[in-house]
């Protein structure tokens, strides 16, 4: 379980970043002059797709898409299910003359709701990345997406084009970056080796037909509304996580007659810069912990300097790393291993007791915690720089750069994999064949269907004040903060009794108070046996 957890940590690394601000601000309408060459020379990939015009309603988009169903699913089902599966069969280009001859084979897993006469809205997962995928993986997660929803609907599990199990699949390889036997290489050495596979990777990809200008949230969106229309659903109830959450904010505003509710569950707004938000939601995310810890009898009794003992942990640098038990700890891989646990409650109890740990000089939970995880890897390479190409970068700038930085090692050291985001997301975007998009993709879209907003409070990646910022301005927004958690919060119990009542009756008030936990948060020594047993529960 916890090497599971750890390595879609790690994957969901390449997922959802932002800006480091109290608020997401408005993104200029035309990239910035700073930009690569290459990106400014390429027409828009919006120029090519044609998914309907302003005003245009179902019976006037043309469908060119199909559903094959499949009698054998092409992954492992969870247990105690047995999910109808298929495959969404759809142009990879919808032109307005028409759609590509190259076609995407999308994956689709129907569970049918158990109650003999179901509502007829189902709810579609939008798992997150973009390009973390959905069903190899969905056994781990399935009773958190399904209880909530499978009892009076459909829940409708899928992996986004280019993700996962779809074909063509646009993933290059999986990155082992971190074990308990290597290290990281030097920051320099990491970006050009990773541009260069990107370079190979990209060149492969066109040589294969893949025209990646044909994968972005427009074209996953468009996706989404033909899935409904070729199962014959008259509306659907969105459910998205991390990526998923934007993804869903263009279904919204593309297809808002298709949608009767949408939940964002650790919401990436639209007009964030995922480029360069990562240190300070990482900065933000670490004084959150500590605060929490400063207020717990517990948790402070234990680490009674903890505030302190951050700030000389988070000093190292590579010219100067933390020893521990004389082995030389850079601050690439620690804040790597720190990101990831904060995904999580039941790793983010251990962080107060790891961060003591490593500023002691031991390595009693740092080495075991890598070992119990065998490696940290990132995936879904291909499918995220391919969206953040074409989304995020040209939205951005380099001259931003300096800007983004914390100052603190520990934070910046976040930003060190070109994956897309980050110092090195633009020359790895010059080396990649994605297209920007139109500027409309980089704005704040405006929210007119029934919308609860989940945030966990520790969440590194997408903060809780993007998701409370978004939901502000709407009447028809709920947001909803849930404390002690990470990222992706429906499993926890609050969360998931809002989200099952919501989806009843979405024009109803949701109650945003979530109960306070009653046991501590955070793992004493006393305690850290029984934190790492949860682990594995």
């Known amino acids: 379980m916890l090497a599971f957890a750890v390595t879609v940590a790690a994957a969901l690394i390449s997922a959802a970043c932002g800006q480091p601000s109290a608020a997401?601000?408005?993104?200029?309408?035309?990239?910035?002059?700073?930009?690569?060459?290459?990106?400014?020379?390429?027409?828009?990939?919006?120029?090519?797709?044609?998914?309907?015009?302003?005003?245009?309603?179902e019976s006037d988009r043309p469908l060119w898409s199909s559903f094959e169903p499949d009698d054998e699913c092409p992954f492992v089902a969870p247990t105690d299910t047995d999910p109808e599966c298929g495959w969404l069969v759809a142009p990879q280009l919808r032109r307005a003359d028409g759609p590509s001859r190259a076609e995407v084979r999308i994956p689709v897993a129907i569970f049918r709701a158990t109650d003999p006469n179901p509502s007829p809205d189902p709810v579609f997962y939008l798992h997150g990345g973009p390009g973390s995928g959905a069903l190899t993986s969905f056994s781990w997660f399935a009773d958190s997406i399904l209880d909530p929803f499978n009892g009076e609907r459909d829940v409708v599990v899928?992996?986004?084009?280019?993700?996962?199990?779809?074909?063509?699949?646009?993933?290059?390889?999986?990155?082992?970056?971190?074990?308990?036997?290597?290290?990281?290489?030097d920051q320099a050495t990491l970006q050009r080796e990773a541009i260069?596979?990107?370079?190979?990777?990209?060149?492969?990809?066109t040589l294969a037909g893949v025209d990646l200008t044909a994968y972005n949230s427009l074209a996953n969106a468009a996706d989404i509304e033909d899935l409904r229309r070729v199962l014959g659903y008259d509306q659907v109830n969105l459910y998205g996580v991390s990526y998923g959450t934007?993804?869903?904010?263009?279904?919204?505003?593309?297809?808002?007659?298709?949608?009767?509710?949408?939940?964002?569950?650790?919401?990436?707004p639209t007009n964030v810069d995922l480029t360069l938000s990562m240190p300070g939601n990482f900065r933000d995310a670490m004084d959150r912990v500590v605060a929490r810890c400063e207020a717990e009898v517990s948790c402070a009794a234990a680490y009674p300097d903890l505030a302190a003992t951050l700030e000389r942990v988070a000093a190292g640098s590579e010219a100067s790393p933390l020893s521990v038990n004389g082995r030389p700890i850079q601050p690439t891989g620690l804040a790597l291993v720190l990101f990831s646990m904060l995904y999580d409650h039941t790793t983010i109890a251990l962080i107060p007791g790891f961060i003591t740990d490593i500023d002691a000089g031991s390595n009693g939970l740092f080495d075991g915690y890598l070992r119990s995880t065998d490696a940290l890897r990132l995936g879904g390479v291909g499918p995220f720089i391919t969206v953040m190409c074409a989304e995020e970068v040209p939205f951005s700038g380099p001259g931003l750069i300096e800007g983004s930085?914390?100052?603190?090692?520990?934070?910046?050291?976040?930003?060190?994999?070109p994956d897309g985001r980050g110092p090195g997301a633009f020359a790895a975007c010059d080396a990649w064949r994605a297209a920007p998009v139109d500027p409309i993709e980089n704005q704040p879209i405006e929210i007119h269907v029934p919308t609860l907003v989940l945030a966990g409070e520790f969440d590194p990646i997408t903060p809780a004040r993007w998701g409370e910022a978004?939901?502000?301005?709407?009447?028809?927004?709920?947001?909803?903060?849930?404390?002690?958690?990470?990222?992706a919060v429906i499993a926890a119990p609050c969360a998931a009794d809002r989200v099952a009542g919501f989806v009843e009756q979405p024009a109803s008030a949701v109650d945003t108070v979530c109960e306070e936990p009653t046991e501590p948060v955070f793992a004493t020594p006393a305690t850290w046996a029984v934190a790492l047993d949860r682990l594995w529960s």
Do not use: K, M
């Open 24 to 57: 997401p601000p408005p993104t200029s309408a035309a990239p910035p002059s700073s930009l690569p060459a290459s990106l400014l020379d390429t027409a828009t990939a919006s120029e090519t797709l044609a998914v309907g015009e302003e005003g245009q309603g």
């Open 158 to 185: 899928f992996d986004q084009r280019g993700a996962g199990l779809s074909e063509p699949s646009l993933e290059c390889r999986w990155y082992t970056l971190l074990d308990a036997q290597s290290e990281i290489p």
């Open 196 to 205: 260069a596979v990107f370079d190979e990777c990209a060149d492969d990809l």
């Open 246 to 268: 934007r993804l869903a904010q263009t279904v919204i505003r593309e297809f808002p007659w298709a949608v009767r509710s949408v939940i964002l569950d650790s919401a990436y």
């Open 405 to 417: 930085r914390t100052g603190v090692p520990l934070y910046d050291a976040i930003d060190a994999f």
């Open 470 to 487: 978004l939901a502000a301005p709407w009447e028809q927004a709920t947001y909803l903060e849930v404390a002690a958690y990470g990222h």
